[in-house]
Nanobody, 127 residues
Framework: QVQLVESGGGLVQPGGSLRLSCTAS????????MGWFRQAPGKERECVAS????????YYADSVKGRFTISRDNAKNPVSLQMNSLKPEDTDAYYC????????????????????WGQGTQVIVSS
């Protein structure tokens, strides 16, 4: 059974940093592309960042470019999201997702593409 579990969320002041991690079990995710999404109540799930199976290319939403960094280490946590210079508008539930594909990260921005999802971790940016 495939399971993704996010961790690292919490409460942080504006300008602060958090690092989200996604652990996986059930199979080897070395051939899987990974993504981080966020979703506020009543809104659509938005792709924050994605990374292809090899880590060779990445995608970032315009709203997080220069502040967030997605990375992967298949020997440890399949994917992490380093979030710096956090803003109140970054407050959301964050989800990691996985799909077995060789598509580039740019083609992996729709939640419909992904096969597996974690339960989410809450990020609150507030003073």
């Amino acid at each position: 059974q495939v399971q993704l579990v996010e961790s690292g969320g919490g409460l942080v002041q504006p300008g602060g940093s958090l690092r989200l991690s996604c652990t996986a079990s059930g199979r080897n995710f070395g051939s899987y592309a990974m993504g981080w999404f966020r979703q506020a109540p009543g809104k659509e799930r938005e792709c924050v960042a994605s990374i292809n199976w090899s880590g060779g290319n990445t995608y970032y939403a315009d709203s997080v470019k220069g502040r967030f960094t997605i990375s992967r280490d298949n020997a440890k946590n399949p994917v992490s999201l380093q979030m710096n210079s956090l803003k109140p508008e970054d407050t959301d539930a964050y989800y990691c997702a996985a799909v077995r594909t060789t598509l580039s990260a740019m083609a992996l921005t729709s939640p419909k593409v992904y096969a597996y999802w974690g339960q989410g971790t809450q990020v609150i940016v507030s003073s």
